[in-house]
């Protein structure tokens, strides 16, 4: 069954639908999950991260393992990675036959667990900004993608400029390719999917790399900062000199790319324009 073929169905039957197995892949998914739904089709979504689509049952929408048998709807951005003029989510709507807009978005309510008031707590009204691991790209362990991670060095200058303005809080999952110094709260390891939710619906902005934390940021509505390596873009792989920010990022006017082969004015120059909107975004 291909996209026109549901799209038109006029009687709700169940459209089992995938996209990739990562969080990312499934922060995107609930987006599109629920547009189908809100149009009257009957969507079981397959996915390993069903914490993520908790408000999207809201829309009638439930979930499965993930799985790739069966499958009516591939919601995936493989096949267009080389269009240009599209972006990720964007080519993940028009693969599933979506051509109207959709809605990036996640309507995550933050609950009040004690690691919600702990965080509360030690940033006494700080602006809290969430900060990425450095760990291997694609959870890879044979070493494919190592040229996405960008200079870890130029994310710590970020860190350090960010500083005295804001609350830095480390998530993620070890091993560790890189060690940051100045992180005010780490819970790497002493996280679960719904509370990087909780605490990205409190943060005023994320800095990472390219990862999960492009969709967790452009869900929430949050600004964020990306260090690109540069690297990955002159890759001989293919595959990994797609994966730029203009073919990446979907909300460009929240979420901005700095490359680390840049000079030093410019990465603060970068980190400024970030903090200004760390500054003026609102806490879910």
Not at 219 to 230: E, G, M, Q
């Amino acid at each position: 069954m291909d996209g026109a073929q549901v799209l038109s169905a006029r009687e709700p039957v169940r459209v089992r639908i995938r996209a990739g197995q990562g969080l990312g892949d499934s922060l995107y998914l609930q987006a599109i999950a629920r547009h189908l739904a809100e149009r009257g089709m009957r969507i079981e979504a397959l996915t390993h991260w069903h914490d993520v689509f908790d408000e999207a049952r809201r829309f009638g929408v439930t979930t499965s393992r993930f799985s790739r048998d069966n499958v009516d709807l591939i919601a995936h951005y493989t096949l267009r990675k080389d269009i240009p003029g599209t972006d990720q989510f964007l080519d993940m709507c028009l693969q599933a036959g979506i051509t109207e807009p959709v809605d990036l978005r996640l309507d995550w309510k933050r609950r009040s667990t004690t690691l919600v008031r702990k965080v509360e707590a030690a940033a006494a009204g700080r602006p809290l900004v969430l900060v990425q691991l450095p760990r291997e790209p694609f959870d890879r362990r044979d070493g494919y993608g190592r040229e996405l991670l960008p200079d870890c060095g130029k994310i710590q200058k970020v860190i350090d400029y960010l500083a005295p303005s804001v609350f830095l809080v480390q998530i993620g999952k070890r091993p560790s390719l890189h060690e940051f110094c100045g992180i005010e709260l780490d819970l790497v390891d002493r996280t679960s999917v719904a509370d990087v939710l909780d605490l990205t619906a409190m943060a005023r902005g994320l800095l990472g790399y390219c990862s999960f934390f492009v969709p967790l940021a452009e869900c929430f509505s949050k600004p964020a900062l990306f260090v690109w390596s540069r690297a990955g873009t002159r890759s001989r792989k293919e595959y990994l000199q797609t994966i730029t920010p203009q073919k990446i990022l979907h909300k460009k006017d929240l979420c901005r790319a700095i490359f680390d082969d840049c000079a030093d004015a410019d990465l603060y120059k970068a980190a400024d324009a970030f903090l200004d909107q760390v500054r003026n975004q609102a806490i879910l």
